[in-house]
C-alpha cells in the first residue's frame, strides 16, 4: 500500500475538472424532481390520485419502482428517480475506477508511476478510496438536497445512503472486472452489461412478487424504502457485496501479470478484409458495440414510452398539473407526451453523437492516428469516417426510439400505422442533433483539448433548454440559442421544413469551419 496517499492526492487533481459535473448532474436531477413532485402532489388527496393512477400500471412501475414508496411525497420522490440517478451513479463509479485503473495500465502510465515507490495494490486502493470518498459526496449532496427542500431529514439521510451504497458496489465491480480484461472497453461493457441486467431484474422484480429485484443492486437500494419505512439494514447487502468484490479484486490482481487480464483477448486476423480498406470503415468497425448499445437502449425506452402512451389521457386528466409540463398543455395531451417523449430521445442521441465524435480526438490522442495518417488517408477522409459514426450513427439511435415507441403504442391502440408514424416523427429531430455533433467538430478543428468539455456542455445546455426552461422562467434569447427550440415539436405541431433545413446549413457551415481548423493544426496537439 505504499503510495496511496500520494496517488489519491494525483487522481483527486486529475478529476478537479470532469468529477463535479457528474456530482452536479445527479444532484440537479434530484433537486428538479422533489421539487416538482412536491409542488404536483404535496397534498394527501393528489397523492392518493397518482396512487390510483400509476400504482397498477406495470409499465410504470417496471420504469420507477415499488408501489410502496407512493405512501409519502418523499417516497414519490424516490419512486420517480431513484432507478434513473443510480444509472448516473453506476456509470460515474465505472468511468472513475477504469479510467484511473485498466486504463492507466493500457496507456502505459502507470508502469511509470510503478517504478516510483508505490506499491503493488496502491494504485486499486488509490482508486477505490477515490471512488468511496465520490460516493461520499454523493450522498451529502443528494442528502442536503432531498433535506433543503422540505423532506425528512431521516429518510433523506437514508436516500443519499443508499444512491452511495450502489455507487459503491458499481465501483468494486469494476476494480474487479479491470483484473480481468485487457483493456478497458472489454471491462466497460462488462460493467454495463451487469448494469443494464440489475435494472431489468429490479424492474422484473418490481412488477412481480418483488423477489428479483433483490438480486440487483438497483433493488437493493430501493428496497431501503426512504420515507416509507426506512429500512437501514437493507444497506448491509450492498456493503457485504462491495466488500467481497473488493476482495475478489485484490485476489485477481495478484494472479495476473502487469498490463494483462486473467481474459485474453483473441488475436486478430493477420490481414485486414476489403471491408477495413478505407477509413470510413474503420470508424464504424471502431464503434459499432457502442452504437448497437446505445441503439438496443433507447430502444427500450422507446417500447417502455409506448406502453403507456394509451394511459396518459386518463393520467393528465386524474392529474391536470402534469399538463403545465407537456408542450402545448392539455390542448392533446397524447401528442403533447408523445412530442415531449421524442424530444428527450433526441437529446439522448445528441450525447451519442458527441461522444462518437470525440472518439476522433481519443484516436489523435492515444497517437492511433499516426499511423492511418501516415498512409494515403488524407485529413478529410479521416475526419470524414468519424463524422460519418456520428452522424448516421444518430440518425439510427433516433430511428430505434422511434420504433420502439411506435411498436408498442401501436399496439396499445391497434393502430399499425404507428410505427412508421412515430419512426418519421423522431427523425425530425435529426437536424438539431447533427447542429450539436457539428460544434464538437467545430471545436475539434479549432479548440482541440476543450473539445470535450464543449461537447457535453452543448448537450447539457440544450437538455436545459429542452426541458426546464419553463420551470427555470428562462428568457428567450437564452432558450433560442438551443437549435431544438427551432425544431417543430411533431407530433403536436405541424412540420415546417424551413426551420429544418436552416438547422442541416448551419450544421454544414460548422462542419466545413472545423475541417478548416483540422488542416491548419498539428495531429495530436
Do not use: K
Request: proline letters at 5%; a positive charge.
Amino acid at each position: 500500500m505504499t503510495g496511496v496517499p500520494g496517488l489519491l492526492r494525483f487522481m483527486l487533481r486529475r478529476e478537479r475538472a470532469a468529477l463535479p459535473w457528474w456530482l452536479l448532474g445527479a444532484t440537479v436531477l434530484v433537486l428538479v424532481q422533489s421539487t416538482q413532485s412536491q409542488e404536483l402532489y404535496g397534498t394527501p388527496e393528489a397523492l392518493e390520485r397518482l396512487r390510483r393512477t400509476i400504482g397498477s400500471n406495470t409499465a410504470v412501475i417496471a420504469m420507477s419502482g415499488p408501489t410502496r414508496l407512493l405512501d409519502s411525497i418523499g417516497g414519490e420522490v424516490v419512486f420517480e428517480i431513484f432507478a434513473f440517478v443510480s444509472v448516473v451513479v453506476a456509470l460515474m463509479n465505472m468511468f472513475l475506477i477504469g479510467r484511473h485503473t485498466r486504463a492507466e495500465e493500457e496507456t502505459g502510465r502507470a508502469e511509470l508511476l510503478r517504478s516510483a515507490r508505490v506499491g503493488r495494490q496502491a494504485p486499486l486502493a488509490a482508486a477505490l478510496a477515490l471512488a468511496g470518498l465520490t460516493n461520499l459526496a454523493v450522498g451529502a449532496l443528494l442528502t442536503a438536497v432531498m433535506a433543503g427542500t422540505g423532506l425528512p431529514v431521516g429518510g433523506s439521510v437514508l436516500f443519499g445512503a443508499a444512491m452511495a451504497a450502489v455507487g459503491v458496489v458499481f465501483a468494486t465491480l469494476t476494480a474487479a472486472a479491470a483484473q480481468v480484461f485487457e483493456n478497458a472497453r472489454a471491462a466497460y461493457g462488462a460493467v454495463a452489461l451487469v448494469l443494464g441486467a440489475a435494472f431489468v431484474l429490479r424492474a422484473a422484480g418490481d412488477v412481480g412478487s418483488g423477489a428479483l429485484s433483490w438480486a440487483s443492486p438497483i433493488g437493493w437500494g430501493q428496497r431501503t424504502f426512504p420515507f416509507a419505512g426506512d429500512r437501514w439494514w437493507v444497506l448491509l447487502v450492498p456493503f457485504a457485496a462491495a466488500a467481497l468484490l473488493v476482495a475478489v479484486a485484490v485476489a485477481l490482481s495478484r494472479r495476473r501479470d502487469f498490463g494483462a487480464g486473467l481474459v485474453r483477448p483473441r488475436p486478430g486476423r493477420a490481414h485486414a478484409t476489403r471491408s477495413l480498406s478505407n477509413p470510413y470503415a474503420l470508424a464504424w468497425r471502431l464503434q459499432r458495440g457502442s452504437l448497437a448499445g446505445w441503439a438496443a437502449g433507447l430502444a427500450l425506452l422507446g417500447v417502455a414510452y409506448g406502453s403507456i402512451g394509451d394511459s396518459i389521457q386518463q393520467y393528465v386528466e386524474d392529474n391536470p398539473e402534469i399538463a403545465e409540463f407537456l408542450p402545448g398543455g392539455a390542448a392533446d395531451v397524447v401528442d403533447a407526451y408523445l412530442a415531449l417523449t421524442v424530444g428527450m430521445a433526441a437529446l439522448l442521441a445528441a450525447a451519442y453523437g458527441v461522444a462518437g465524435m470525440l472518439r476522433l480526438r481519443g484516436e489523435e490522442t492515444s497517437g492511433r492516428a499516426e499511423p492511418v495518417l501516415a498512409t494515403a488517408t488524407g485529413r478529410l477522409s479521416w475526419l470524414a469516417g468519424h463524422l460519418s459514426v456520428a452522424l448516421a450513427g444518430s440518425a439510427l439511435v433516433l430511428l430505434a426510439f422511434g420504433l420502439g415507441e411506435g411498436v408498442t403504442y401501436g399496439l396499445t391502440v391497434s393502430d399499425a400505422g404507428q410505427v412508421p408514424r412515430l419512426a418519421g416523427v423522431s427523425l425530425a429531430y435529426l437536424p438539431a442533433v447533427w447542429l450539436v455533433v457539428a460544434v464538437v467538430v467545430l471545436a475539434l478543428g479549432w479548440l482541440p483539448r476543450p473539445a470535450a468539455v464543449l461537447g457535453w456542455v452543448a448537450v447539457g445546455y440544450c437538455s436545459v433548454i429542452t426541458l426546464f426552461a419553463d420551470s427555470f422562467d428562462l428568457p428567450g434569447w437564452v432558450r433560442r440559442a438551443s437549435p431544438f427550440a427551432h425544431t417543430p415539436q411533431v407530433p403536436l405541431a405541424d412540420l415546417t421544413p424551413a426551420p429544418l433545413i436552416t438547422i442541416v446549413v448551419l450544421a454544414a457551415l460548422a462542419v466545413a469551419a472545423g475541417y478548416a481548423g483540422l488542416r491548419r493544426r498539428d495531429v495530436g496537439y
